[in-house]
């Protein structure tokens, strides 16, 4: 942080781009002669000055996240496993409540899920594409599993803290699970 002396107390400001646009504005608001030029150049300062308010406040500002990573992904599986047909960007869009991400935004994670393997592409033209879950939820929840037990320092011990997490009627699908793969097994 820069602290700059102010008067007689002392005064911390984040060395952001707002407060680099600030003065930037301001300098150009000195030098410029033309009063179209310095018309502009103030414009461009109140937008800069309101920018600054609204991170001094704490505000949400354009290109903020207001989701943590892999959330949105969350949010459009969740559509369509709940649709349980083909959905386009925009039903899926329609199915969020605020705030709503632009159609782009979820033509982007679409695409991710395409290429992570959690989504198929269908196309009947070139402007018409709908997805689908290309795996249920219980098989994506399944590989969630399976994965972080794999990245787990010691396994045994993973599954033993794991199983003693779970309800007696959960041990008891664990172990009815475990009989039956055991006996398709079996020649």
């Not at 646009?21 to 800069?48: D, F, K, N, V, W």
């Not at 290109?63 to 959330?71: L, N, P, Q, T």
């Not at 992904?73 to 899926?92: C, D, F, H, Q, Y």
């Not at 033209?125 to 879950?133: D, G, K, M, N, T």
Request: glycine letters at 4%; a positive charge.
């Amino acid at each position: 942080m820069a602290v700059r002396a102010k008067d007689q107390g002392v005064s911390i400001t984040p060395p952001n781009s707002t407060c680099r646009r600030i003065a930037s504005c301001c300098s150009r608001l000195r030098t410029h002669s033309s009063r179209r030029s310095r018309h502009r150049a103030a414009t461009r300062y109140g937008e800069a000055e309101r920018d600054h308010e609204r991170v001094r406040n704490g505000e949400a500002m354009a290109g903020v996240r207001s989701r943590s990573a892999g959330a949105l992904e969350a949010l459009v599986m969740r559509a369509l496993w709940t649709a349980g047909a083909p959905l386009n960007a925009k039903s899926i869009q329609a199915t969020f409540e605020d705030p709503t991400p632009a159609h782009t935004t979820v033509l982007t994670v679409l695409s991710r899920l395409e290429t992570k393997g959690m989504v198929t592409r269908i196309s009947t033209s070139p402007r018409r594409v709908e997805f689908e879950a290309a795996m249920t939820s219980a098989q994506a929840h399944a590989a969630d599993m399976v994965e972080v037990l794999d990245d787990a320092h010691d396994r045994d011990d993973a599954l033993m803290a794991f199983t003693d997490n779970l309800s007696d009627a959960d041990l008891d699908l664990v172990m009815d699970a475990i009989t039956s793969r055991r006996s398709r097994r079996r020649p």
